[in-house]
């Protein structure tokens, strides 16, 4: 690989595109070695773990006692490949175990953590009825990772139909096994190849136009109306079904000042591109749902793809929308996509074994059945949707679907694929091989054979999926992958992409030709994860909405906050939004306030007036912002684990806390504006949030919420970096240490840990955190004063 060039710093405005490609594919390159050379360094230490390994259908589960500290970061996660290799070597520690009988969630001191994988296989359904222990290795994908402190966790191998989690086992039933980790360049190179399209000029014409315009933000040469495209978004009355006309315009009138200003801006989009940014709790997401319906409601058919890089989000935009068409009785198709099958290719075109192992191929001289359609749509040509379309449907015969009632959540590809098969089964014509696939009875190779008919004659059926879909939800890569050629967008969202690369916001324009593309998210809370901090990778962490920012190129914003009660939004919007973010409501006075919110105000006033001798004593009267932030008097030292840190004082206050709020019946929910059914039922109980900058504090929160004796759904626990998108009636934040270190610092960290709380908030902050200069002082001073909460040093 040729030297990587070396710039000073990062730049918000480009000189060329050469400048652009130079810049972002040296960096983006730079990154993916340096995770790879982590992952052989890792892979190379060839640590052997214990492992209790479970066999399922289409799922092999494995608990495995592993050194976490020693896997950090590096522990495989959600849809990330990684092999589990069978260790031969009989050089055990068997001195530290012994053969007592050990249960799930037995704490036996400090020597045993576990990690619970559910992993897919690889293998084709048939193929999982071969032995597990008849083979060295498997490839397997993650699809989920809970950490428990079990203790010594001892599972054996599940044969029966009892939960395998809860059996007790001897430690000598344990099997050896090495977790190889596999660094893909899925990512770089889908990225990579939408920058290659931009700067050949394959890309389209409007496409070239605005990546041309979102280089230096200079005055395009074409600006895009949009209501001329769906003259039914300016004029509701175009709508014929009166049902679907006065549900838009409800939709039309629950906009607020900034939503509505914005609306109105969609009438002159410089090249195409609409940025919307937005503060916490400002219905980014509703902002853009309601314009993809307000353009979907007239008589021509529109097509959105909706692309977010983070899964949580994505499915909660997916579940939003169907919602809102099934209240508004639209008939339209909405999928969330979530994976795809692999592509059949010869193993010797793939060089990484981990994903070799994962590729299916088609046996070589197949035979076709006469009749049968040998000309699938070229897109699909090679695409196997077995495993995904069988794993539904045994779903649906072995399981109740009861979970899903008033099925208001998108449905899946391979779910679709399910429903649609089903109600016409004539159409695609399968149903014997679904018979003989499933029968147990019949011979091996049978089975296969069936197995191989149904591949080809389910090409159609996906392709039938995806063209009839109005709006579909993915990632970037997803999109970019699979969608080409295949699916049409006249819109394009990309939302929270200010999280994004940017040569991941570049896959929305070098592949899809819509009539404009719409980016929101908020530059104040997020940016670009950077695992690799040089500088010639520095650039990779500032998004495109955040030079647009700077570049003076957002005309509107969304900045009224329908979230914080009470005036707690006042604190974020004077630290981090220049005093522009303000509350949906006019200051409220006392009596306005919920009585939920005036009764969480006295619980903290109760807090204040019960501490032993707080200082300062004389500005804690009269608690107007529900916001206490307490220091501790006397410095109880953080404790570190590894590399991350927890405090036992502020842990146990917490617990504390959350046990005497959730034992309270006068603790609830707010009522909701506009939203008759919370209007009409009962109070619903409180939600509470704790918010830690370190991993060792959440992960001891998590076991102590999960020992908590009533309530525990109601508690939910969040690193600051997973924080984002979450709110609760009452946060906690937890700061843990003395001194901050620069994460704790980082501002974007900060105004998303203080913009969670509906009604309340608590942030424990050791003393010498209170003496920073700079954003943690500012906190601590303006609480100290009365202005945003009150400020007590109390002994702890």
Not at 278 to 286: D, I, L, S, Y
Not at 416 to 436: I, S
Not at 445 to 464: F, I, K
Not at 652 to 662: A, E, K, P, W
Request: net charge neutral.
């Amino acid at each position: 690989m040729e030297p990587l060039p070396k710039f000073s710093g990062v730049t918000h405005k480009f000189k060329s595109a050469e400048d652009f490609a130079v810049r972002h594919e040296a960096a983006t390159r730079a990154e993916y070695e340096a995770d790879l050379a982590e992952v052989n360094s890792f892979n190379a230490k060839k640590l052997v773990q214990k492992a209790w390994v479970i066999k399922q259908i289409g799922l092999l589960s494995f608990i495995m006692r592993a050194d976490l500290q020693a896997m950090g970061k590096l522990m495989p996660q959600p849809n990330q490949p990684f092999r589990l290799v069978f260790d031969d070597h009989q050089d055990s520690d068997e001195e530290l175990d012994n053969d007592s009988d050990y249960g799930n969630g037995v704490n036996r001191g400090e020597k045993g953590r576990a990690v619970k994988f559910s992993c897919r296989m690889s293998s084709e359904p048939i193929e999982l009825n071969k032995q597990w222990s008849s083979t060295k290795e498997f490839t397997l994908i993650a699809t989920n990772r809970k950490l428990e402190k079990f203790g010594r966790v001892l599972i054996p191998i599940h044969r029966g139909t009892s939960d395998p989690f809860n059996l007790k086992r001897k430690n000598s039933e344990a099997i050896r096994v090495r977790l190889m980790l596999s660094a893909s360049d899925l990512t770089m190179q889908t990225e990579l190849n939408a920058l290659k399209s931009i700067m050949d000029g394959t890309t389209s014409e409007a496409g070239r136009e605005a990546f041309k315009y979102l280089l230096g933000f200079e005055k395009p040469q074409t600006f895009v109306n949009l209501f001329e495209k769906f003259p039914q978004m300016a004029n509701r009355n175009l709508v014929t079904s009166p049902t679907l006309r006065e549900g838009l315009r409800k939709i039309f009138d629950g906009l607020d000042k900034d939503q509505m200003e914005a609306f109105h801006g969609l009438r002159s989009l410089p090249a195409g591109i609409c940025f919307v940014p937005g503060g916490p709790g400002a219905g980014k997401t509703r902002w853009s749902l309601s314009v993809a319906t307000l353009a979907q409601g007239g008589v021509s058919q529109v097509k959105v793809l909706y692309l977010v890089d983070i899964n949580s989000a994505a499915d909660n935009a997916a579940d939003r929308v169907q919602a809102i068409y099934d209240e508004l009785e639209m008939d339209k198709v909405i999928i969330r996509m979530r994976s795809w099958p692999c592509r059949t290719r010869k193993k010797k075109e793939v060089d990484d074994e981990a994903i070799a192992n994962r590729l299916m191929e088609l046996e070589e001289g197949e035979v076709l059945e006469e009749g049968e359609d040998v000309s699938p749509p070229k897109y699909l040509t090679g695409s196997d949707f077995t495993l995904g379309f069988l794993r539904e449907y045994d779903l649906m015969k072995t399981e109740s679907r009861s979970a899903a009632t008033g099925l208001t959540k998108a449905q899946t590809l391979d779910q679709r694929a399910l429903q649609l098969w089903m109600d016409d089964k004539g159409k695609y014509g399968f149903a014997k091989q679904m018979k003989t696939v499933f029968n147990d009875n019949r011979p091996l190779d049978e089975r296969q054979g069936a197995l191989d008919g149904l591949r080809r004659r389910l090409v159609p059926l996906y392709d039938d999926v995806i063209s009839e879909a109005d709006f579909i939800v993915t990632t970037p890569v997803a999109a970019s992958r699979h969608l080409v050629g295949l699916y049409n967008p006249d819109l394009v969202i990309f939302d929270e992409c200010a999280h994004a690369h940017e040569l991941s916001t570049m896959i929305a324009l070098a592949h899809f030709e819509p009539e404009a593309w719409f980016f929101t998210g908020d530059h104040r809370q997020t940016e670009p994860y950077v695992s690799l901090r040089v500088p010639h990778v520095r650039q990779l962490g500032i998004s495109t909405m955040e030079r647009a920012a700077v570049n003076g190129a957002i005309p509107h914003e969304l900045l009224i906050n329908h979230r914080a009660r009470a005036s707690l939004e006042c604190l974020a919007s004077e630290l981090f939004y220049g005093a522009m973010m303000r509350s949906e409501r006019e200051p409220e006075s006392d009596s306005a306030l919920p009585l939920s919110t005036r009764h969480l105000r006295a619980w903290l006033q109760k807090l204040i007036n019960e501490a032993p001798k707080p200082q300062p004593p004389a500005t804690l009267l009269g608690l107007d912002v529900p916001r206490l932030l307490i220091s501790d008097k006397n410095k109880a030292r953080a404790e570190q684990v590894g590399t991350s840190f927890w405090n036992s004082a502020h842990h146990d206050f917490i617990i504390r806390q959350v046990t005497h709020l959730l034992s309270d019946p006068s603790f609830t929910q707010p009522p909701v504006a506009n939203d008759l059914s919370r209007l009409s039922a009962k109070e619903l109980p409180g939600t509470i949030l704790i918010i830690s900058p370190y991993k060792e504090a959440v992960y001891r929160y998590r076991i102590a919420v999960n020992k908590l004796p009533q309530g525990r759904d109601r508690v939910g626990v969040n690193t600051v970096d997973t924080a984002q998108g979450q709110e609760a009636d009452v946060v906690f934040l937890d700061m843990v240490k003395q001194a901050p270190t620069e994460h704790v610092q980082n501002p974007k960290r900060l105004c998303v840990a203080l913009t969670r709380a509906r009604q309340a908030e608590v942030i424990l902050m050791s003393a010498g955190m209170m003496m920073e200069m700079g954003y943690l002082g500012h906190l601590w001073n303006r609480c100290r004063d009365g202005e945003d909460g009150a400020a007590i040093i109390v002994p702890m």
